[in-house]
């Protein structure tokens, strides 16, 4: 049900005419009716010419559209935009016989803002960023069976850390439909994997590096490899598994090292060609020249906002100019950033110049992403938030 309307400043609808799923509050001329967080709201140009509907939130971001259609969305729209993302993942190959877990809606790239949806071999985990996704959650499972049939056994809806204000005290998570068992095996690329979608970060597994461990097997082969910030040690498996000689995981949770070994047990070996070590990953640099032919540097998020931007980038620079000293002549190193407010020329200024402080001499090898089941939309350029290289070091 609409709750009402927003019209926005002359000259503001641009960007919505362009697809662009945000409003920011700021170009907002006048709000009318009942319009509470997660409302479903018109919203109209300053002629009153209807631009589309999308959920309202008291915020920066006043309204994530949904639609950009005269006519109001009804109920159909969820499984409507469902059946369009799971026709893209099977255009990328998703799922296989050997890969089973995927991310099924990554947001604004699968036009609905504010909502995950990521699969793991029969079981979907939701997560809202929104109160309008949490609002319409059932409506969502619900479209979800309809939509996948027999091949969805589960849906967890986990939001209790990712939906704003108020919501976030109350007991969210919850099975909307069947019951899980956790941890839950999964295959990727024919490596095996533990989720614990109840008790592990995001929604229990980080499927967007699945293409950049794919590779990192290509440059493992019969080398030592210190995987850095490893959490559940996706990159460690799959460098095992093409045949690294010793493989090294670092973490300062000791939670993150448990699941890793977890993991490298699951997948038959054991610690004659891996160890872990539950120490911050700075610390564990030091002393360490020559030693590794291949380093992963994938921390978290280093600024999740702007005022933060400028202490992540020198977090980045720190980190790379450390890899790049130790690392033996002839390395590689797959270093990432997931911030989204640290863009990929940042990214890249800021791997330059740990070069230059670090003086070695470097070479670009692959500039990397995320999968195409984190799709980007061309008209949502924000949505592209991992970013990658994979450099040889002299």
């Given at each position: 049900?609409?709750?009402?309307k927003v019209v926005l400043k002359k000259g503001k609808e641009h960007s919505i005419q362009r697809f662009h799923p945000w409003i920011f509050s700021g170009a907002i001329q006048t709000k009318e009716g009942n319009l509470e967080?997660?409302?479903?709201?018109?919203?109209?140009?300053?002629?009153?010419?209807?631009?589309?509907?999308?959920?309202?939130?008291?915020?920066?971001?006043?309204?994530?559209?949904?639609?950009?259609?005269?006519?109001?969305?009804?109920?159909?729209?969820?499984?409507?935009?469902?059946?369009?993302?799971?026709?893209?993942?099977?255009?990328?190959?998703?799922?296989?016989?050997?890969?089973?877990?995927?991310?099924?809606?990554?947001?604004?790239?699968?036009?609905?803002?504010?909502?995950?949806?990521?699969?793991?071999?029969?079981?979907?985990?939701?997560?809202?960023?929104?109160?309008?996704?949490?609002?319409?959650?059932?409506?969502?499972?619900?479209?979800?069976?309809?939509?996948?049939?027999?091949?969805?056994?589960?849906?967890?809806?986990?939001?209790?850390?990712?939906?704003?204000?108020?919501?976030?005290?109350?007991?969210?998570?919850?099975?909307?439909?069947?019951?899980?068992?956790?941890?839950?095996?999964?295959?990727?690329?024919?490596?095996?994997?533990?989720?614990?979608?109840?008790?592990?970060?995001?929604?229990?597994?980080?499927?967007?590096?699945?293409e950049n461990r794919k590779l990192l097997g290509d440059y493992a082969v019969g080398k030592k490899v210190l995987n850095t910030f490893c959490y559940t040690g996706g990159f460690s498996v799959y460098a095992l598994n093409a045949g690294a000689k010793l493989v090294h995981s670092v973490d300062a949770s000791a939670k993150a090292v448990a699941l890793t070994e977890k993991n490298i047990e699951l997948n038959g070996f054991n610690a004659e060609i891996h160890?872990?070590?539950?120490?911050?990953?700075?610390?564990?640099?030091?002393?360490?020249?020559?030693?590794?032919?291949?380093?992963?540097?994938?921390?978290?998020?280093?600024?999740?906002?702007?005022?933060?931007?400028?202490?992540?980038?020198?977090?980045?620079?720190?980190?790379?100019?450390?890899?790049?000293?130790?690392?033996?002549?002839?390395?590689?190193?797959?270093?990432?950033?997931?911030?989204?407010?640290?863009?990929?020329?940042?990214?890249?200024?800021?791997?330059?110049?740990?070069?230059?402080?670090?003086?070695?001499?470097?070479?670009?090898?692959?500039?990397?992403?995320?999968?195409?089941?984190?799709?980007?939309?061309?008209?949502?350029?924000?949505?592209?938030?991992?970013?990658?290289?994979?450099?040889?070091?002299?």
């Amino acid at each position: 049900m609409i709750a009402g309307k927003v019209v926005l400043k002359k000259g503001k609808e641009h960007s919505i005419q362009r697809f662009h799923p945000w409003i920011f509050s700021g170009a907002i001329q006048t709000k009318e009716g009942n319009l509470e967080d997660g409302s479903l709201t018109e919203v109209l140009d300053f002629k009153n010419n209807t631009l589309g509907f999308g959920h309202y939130q008291n915020g920066s971001i006043a309204v994530r559209m949904l639609s950009f259609e005269k006519k109001s969305p009804d109920v159909k729209l969820w499984q409507h935009k469902l059946t369009t993302a799971i026709q893209l993942r099977q255009s990328a190959g998703l799922p296989s016989k050997t890969t089973k877990a995927f991310r099924l809606i990554h947001g604004e790239g699968d036009g609905l803002p504010g909502l995950i949806i990521d699969y793991y071999d029969g079981a979907a985990v939701m997560q809202a960023h929104s109160v309008g996704m949490h609002l319409y959650r059932q409506e969502i499972a619900n479209a979800l069976k309809e939509t996948m049939g027999d091949d969805l056994k589960v849906i967890y809806y986990k939001s209790q850390s990712t939906v704003p204000g108020k919501l976030r005290d109350a007991e969210l998570d919850e099975y909307l439909h069947g019951m899980g068992v956790v941890p839950h095996v999964i295959p990727e690329n024919g490596n095996k994997f533990y989720v614990d979608w109840e008790e592990g970060q995001k929604t229990g597994f980080f499927l967007d590096q699945r293409e950049n461990r794919k590779l990192l097997g290509d440059y493992a082969v019969g080398k030592k490899v210190l995987n850095t910030f490893c959490y559940t040690g996706g990159f460690s498996v799959y460098a095992l598994n093409a045949g690294a000689k010793l493989v090294h995981s670092v973490d300062a949770s000791a939670k993150a090292v448990a699941l890793t070994e977890k993991n490298i047990e699951l997948n038959g070996f054991n610690a004659e060609i891996h160890k872990c070590f539950a120490v911050d990953t700075f610390d564990f640099l030091k002393g360490k020249d020559g030693e590794y032919d291949v380093i992963i540097l994938d921390p978290p998020a280093f600024a999740k906002h702007r005022d933060a931007r400028h202490q992540a980038v020198r977090g980045y620079q720190r980190l790379n100019a450390e890899a790049m000293r130790v690392i033996k002549p002839g390395g590689i190193i797959f270093t990432f950033s997931c911030s989204q407010v640290v863009d990929r020329q940042l990214f890249y200024d800021t791997i330059v110049s740990a070069a230059i402080q670090a003086g070695r001499s470097i070479k670009v090898l692959h500039h990397l992403t995320q999968p195409a089941d984190h799709p980007v939309s061309i008209f949502h350029p924000e949505g592209e938030y991992l970013k990658g290289l994979v450099l040889y070091v002299e």
